[in-house]
Each structure stands twice: as structure tokens, then as C-alpha cells.
């Protein structure tokens, strides 16, 4: 998600040199979007793995 985030704040700022200024918005939201989500769903992992949650134990 990360790679896509980054990916997208490139095209973003690309567009942006080249004076695309609407490409530009859309997929500077789209990075921000999916960053958020990567945030998000890290601090997740990371509480889990503090709080010691084993998913895949046998």
C-alpha cells in the first residue's frame, strides 16, 4: 500500500511540474488516501504485536 501511496504522490507531483493541475489534485488525494490507510493498518499490526497476539500459532 506504501508502494501505491508513493507511486501516486510521483505522478502527483509530475503532473503538477507539467501544469496538470486537476491530474495533479486527484492523485496527490489518492497518495493521501492510501497513506492514511497504510498508517492505520501498521499501528494496527504494531499493537497487536505489542500486546503479544499470535495469528498463526499451532
Avoid: D, E, N, Y
Avoid at 1 to 9: E, Q, S
Avoid at 31 to 56: C, E, H, N, P, S
Wanted: zero cysteines; a positive charge; hydrophobic letters at 80%.
Amino acid at each position: 500500500m506504501l508502494k501505491w501511496a508513493l507511486i501516486f504522490a510521483l505522478i502527483a507531483v509530475v503532473a503538477g511540474l507539467l501544469g496538470f493541475t486537476g491530474v495533479a489534485a486527484g492523485a496527490a488525494s489518492i497518495a493521501k488516501l492510501l497513506f492514511g490507510i497504510f498508517l492505520v493498518l501498521a499501528l494496527v499490526v504494531l499493537l497487536l504485536a505489542v500486546l503479544g497476539v499470535k495469528v498463526f500459532s499451532r
